[in-house]
């Protein structure tokens, strides 16, 4: 429930529209005043306005709001490090990974997995590079096998 909670703040601050009547009218404008100053600068930025994003917004104590959040999870996570199908062992990559030994000292290159901490949903993900066998030389970690070898392809 921490995680729904700090999610929660660092995104969004929301007025249930059925609250907006116990604010005052210099509430109101006051609010009108912050959202055009937001834009103004979110246009700066080159991103869109606060009124072109549109959320799905669930109660935390909805029977199912557990399951949205698991799957808003499991969205953040696909989005930063999409799935990769297991490349660990895979004759293609064993097969590409042998034309392009190591440029330092012509060593076996080899796939190493290792994790990454993703602070937007505090949790952990795959992350992968390749690294000479021999001298240790290696490219740096990235999400997915398929780039990694990549990475590393246009090194050597
Ligand atoms: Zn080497």
Redesign the pocket.
């Known amino acids: 429930m921490n995680n729904l909670i700090k999610k929660e703040l660092k995104y969004a601050f929301i007025i249930p529209l059925k609250d907006m009547r116990y604010l005052s009218s210099l509430d109101h404008s006051t609010l009108n005043d912050m959202i055009t100053r937001i834009d103004e600068h979110r246009k700066l930025d080159n991103r869109p306005t606060l009124s072109t994003n549109q959320y799905i917004v669930c109660n935390q104590d909805e029977p199912y709001a557990e399951s949205v959040w698991q799957i808003i999870l499991q969205g953040e996570r696909d989005k930063i490090f999409p799935s990769d199908r297991d490349y660990l062992n895979d004759p293609e990559i064993d097969s590409i990974l042998k034309q392009y ?7 076996d ?1 080899l796939i190493e997995k290792g994790y990454t901490t993703i602070p937007q949903i505090n949790d952990k993900a795959n992350v992968f590079h390749v690294i ?6 290696q490219s740096d970690f990235v999400p997915s096998i398929r780039k990694a070898v990549e990475l590393w392809c246009e090194r050597v």
Not at 101 to 107: A, F, Q
């Open positions: 030994p190591c440029p330092c000292c012509g060593g290159a000479c066998s021999a001298c240790g030389l």
